[in-house]
């Protein structure tokens, strides 16, 4: 699993409040996504981080902020949940070495409910 | 804009028998493919990938998959399905201009009957 944990692993919050997911890893990885699943439409990339400080968006990222202010925590915020923002929001990182360059390992994902 | 996709939802196979789960892409240079797998309540875990070499790649578990130029396909294929092999499949493919990005299909859901 590449040392990657993800937290918390279920919530439950309302319309309009703000949500914060942390991916924390400990394996001194340079890349770092947040991703969402969502049935028919496979995982989608919200935001990605190419080191500290250094984040670039995704496909999705209409509503969502990162922040990576140390090596081994990715944060993704929620800045006034919505119901459309219900989903299960899985954290990877990405292998930049030898042979399994670009694989990614994903963490156990965090299921959000947006009442 | 480079995509994939997997025009099935659901593959159904017996055991015993070979299994293949399609994935068909859309990239103007070469393309770099994956496969992934998710088991109930858990995260993807990598099978396999394709960045350049023989057609045929070896993975994980026993799947390998077919890369196919002409026909843009990267189909998963096993010899012989086990139940266990029972979960949701997704293919994936770098982005050609930005090598951070990846696209993933919608996903197979591949369901062995004993």
């Known amino acids: 699993d590449a040392g990657i944990t993800q937290s918390p692993r279920h919530k439950v919050t309302e319309t309009g409040t703000p949500v914060t997911l942390r991916c924390h890893q400990t394996?001194?990885?340079?890349?770092m996504y947040w991703y969402r699943q969502d049935p028919g439409h496979g995982l989608r990339l919200i935001h990605y981080s190419y080191g500290v400080k250094d984040t670039d968006k995704g496909e999705v990222s209409d509503g969502y902020s990162v922040s990576r202010s140390k090596t081994e925590d990715f944060l993704l915020t929620l800045e006034s949940a919505t119901s459309s923002q219900t989903s299960v929001y899985f954290c990877a990182i990405r292998l930049t070495s030898g042979g399994d360059t670009d694989t990614q390992y994903f963490g156990p994902g965090t299921r959000l409910t947006v009442l | 804009a480079q995509s994939v996709a997997q025009p099935e939802d659901q593959v159904n196979v017996a055991e015993g028998n070979p299994l293949t789960v399609k994935c068909t892409y859309s990239?103007?240079?070469?393309?770099?493919l994956f496969w992934y797998v998710q088991y109930p309540n858990r995260g993807l875990q990598f099978l396999l990938k394709y960045i350049t070499g023989d057609n045929l790649v070896k993975g994980s578990y026993g799947f390998e998959a077919e890369f196919n130029k002409s026909q843009t396909s990267f189909h998963l294929k096993k010899p012989s399905a086990l139940v266990s092999d029972s979960a949701l499949y997704f293919c994936?493919?770098?982005?050609?201009?930005?090598?951070?990005?990846?696209?993933f299909g919608s996903g197979t859901k591949l369901n062995v009957k004993p």
């Open positions: 990239v103007s240079g070469n393309p770099y």
């Open positions: 994936a493919v770098r982005d050609e201009d930005n090598f951070n990005k990846f696209y």
């Open positions: 394996e001194n990885h340079r890349y």
